[in-house]
């Protein structure tokens, strides 16, 4: 059974990625986008995880891959409608991850009022670090979350200038979708988002927590 399998090891038997979107008002302007009067939200499929030792893979139809280092949160219990109050009883933890996208294909998509499945949903789109247990981030809206290409400094974020917050997310995803045990939220990512090629190294963190190493390939 799925449930009985320890914690630390959530990418193995996690269901749903949710991904939240335009979560930074930088970010939000990079991309021309205005900002969200309620959380924008979308869904990777589980498959899409990669953990570090194995590449990130570009999609064969996509020419413009971009890194999005986001704040990952784990839902350690059943969440339906929980209210701002009670939502972080649901967290059991954190992950760092990275909201890969194809993001010519989503440039495409916007246009045509497609889904982003295809630029966001790939096998290998979703790079998850270890899993962080709750009790060693005592505040999840204090976190200094970093990207870099083969070294250079991509993106830096603190994650307290998210614009919907862990509880409101939770609460506001948990009435449309059900989230189980294990689910991972990602919390959209501050500016700085740009290309990799095959080749490049990824390494992301968040500061005095965790480091993570990823290297793409065609
Ligand atoms: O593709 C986008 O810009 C939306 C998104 O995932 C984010 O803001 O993290
Ligand atoms: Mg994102």
Not at 21 to 27: D, I, L
Not at 79 to 88: I, T, Y
Not at 145 to 172: A, C, H
Not at 205 to 210: A, H, M, T, Y
Request: net charge neutral; proline share 6%.
């Amino acid at each position: 059974m799925a449930t009985s399998k320890p914690l630390s090891r959530f990418w193995e038997w996690g269901k749903n990625i949710v991904c939240v979107g335009r979560n930074y008002a930088e970010h939000a302007k990079e991309m021309g986008s205005a900002l969200p009067a309620e959380p924008l939200f979308f869904l990777k499929p589980s498959s899409a995880y990669v953990r570090e030792g194995s590449p990130i893979l570009r999609p064969y139809y996509c020419r413009n891959l971009h890194h999005e280092v986001e704040l990952g949160v784990v839902i350690g219990k059943r969440a339906r409608a929980v209210s701002q109050e009670a939502a972080m009883e649901h967290v059991v933890g954190y992950a760092l991850c990275l909201d890969m996208t194809a993001r010519d294909t989503q440039e495409d998509c916007k246009k045509k009022g497609l889904p982003w499945t295809l630029a966001k949903g790939f096998g290998s789109s979703c790079p998850v670090s270890d899993f962080v247990p709750k009790e060693k981030i005592p505040d999840p809206h204090k976190l200094q979350i970093w990207l870099k290409v083969n070294g250079k400094l991509r993106q830096e974020g603190d994650t307290s200038s998210m614009i919907f917050s862990i509880p409101y997310l939770i609460s506001y995803i948990s009435e449309i979708i059900p989230l189980e045990e294990g689910d991972l939220i990602l919390t959209g990512s501050p500016k700085g988002v740009g290309s990799v090629e095959a080749n490049d190294e990824i390494e992301a963190g968040i500061r005095d927590v965790l480091s993570m190493r990823f290297k793409v390939a065609q």
